[in-house]
Nanobody, 122 residues
Framework: QVQVVESGGGLVDAGGSLSLSCVAT????????MAWYRQAPGKQRELVAT???????NYVDSVKGRFTISLDNAKNAVYLQMNSLKPEDTGVYYC????????????????WGQGTQVTVSS
């Protein structure tokens, strides 16, 4: 009923930039919160950045000052602008969304995208 699709990954040299996009579509009343996670090979998935419907943002310390998350409420889309990329930013980046599917229920459902690969070469 809800699909979450990321795009924009790729291969970039250290110091370069990439922009990721994620759109949620389907039976959605309201998106309350969206986030980007990443998972490096052999490591656990970690939270990178979050943004609320009210545009409140949070970042993991390792990306502060380099990454910017933004949200388009009208499109149910979240973006991640990644600058000054480092090899340690390499991983699969996943989009996560918490949303309400109905005006009549305050229940939040959580959905994940399939992920997009980001590779930063040294």
């Amino acid at each position: 009923q809800v699909q979450v699709v990321e795009s924009g990954g790729g291969l970039v040299d250290a110091g370069g930039s990439l922009s990721l996009s994620c759109v949620a579509t389907g039976n959605i009343f309201r998106v309350n919160h969206m986030a980007w996670y990443r998972q490096a090979p052999g490591k656990q998935r970690e939270l990178v950045a979050t943004i609320s419907r009210g545009q409140d943002t949070n970042y993991v310390d390792s990306v502060k000052g380099r990454f910017t998350i933004s949200l388009d409420n009208a499109k149910n889309a979240v973006y991640l602008q990644m600058n000054s990329l480092k090899p340690e930013d390499t991983g699969v980046y996943y989009c996560n969304t918490r949303l309400r599917m109905s005006y009549y229920s305050s229940t939040e459902d959580t959905y994940w995208g399939q992920g997009t690969q980001v590779t930063v070469s040294s």
